[in-house]
């Protein structure tokens, strides 16, 4: 038998989506924590190009190195999230202080556990800042 996805459960992927989003703007560690235990699997793994982390703790730390290279920007969605099943892809960009201009872009796949909140994100880079 083929599943097919609800609108309900295409609206919950989008919000929680928009929670991971709010996670890498977080600066507080408490509620980035919090965010963090309500978006992600204990278990979950982060992978883009540069590195790969696993756990909260590991994500939280790579989220916290990424706001002291780049301090100010701003995470934000930069189009629909496309989502069915148990998975969603979505672009994103980072912008200095909400400019228009941004200076990362980027795409993610994310995988959703039975409970809805994320058990993988798959990061592909389109845009970097020179080093």
């Known amino acids: 038998m083929i599943e097919t996805t609800t609108p309900t ?3 919950a992927a989008v919000e929680t989506i928009e929670r991971y989003i709010a996670i890498w703007n977080e600066t507080d560690p408490e509620r980035r924590g919090d965010l963090l ?15 790969a982390a696993e756990g909260h703790a590991a994500i939280d730390g ?3 190195a990424v706001q002291a290279r780049f301090p100010g920007l701003t995470f934000r969605l930069a189009g629909a999230v496309d ?6 892809r979505f672009t ?12 990362l872009v980027g795409m993610d796949v994310a995988v959703f556990a039975d409970d809805g909140r994320l058990r ?3 990061r592909f880079l389109d845009k970097v800042p020179a080093r």
């Open 9 to 11: 459960e295409t609206t």
């Open 37 to 51: 235990a309500r978006t992600l699997t204990e278990d979950a793994c982060y992978v883009d190009p540069l590195v």
């Open 62 to 64: 790579v989220i916290s």
């Open 83 to 88: 989502a069915h099943h148990h998975l969603a």
């Open 92 to 103: 994103w960009e980072v912008s200095p202080g909400g400019a228009a201009d941004p200076i």
């Open 120 to 122: 993988a994100v798959h």
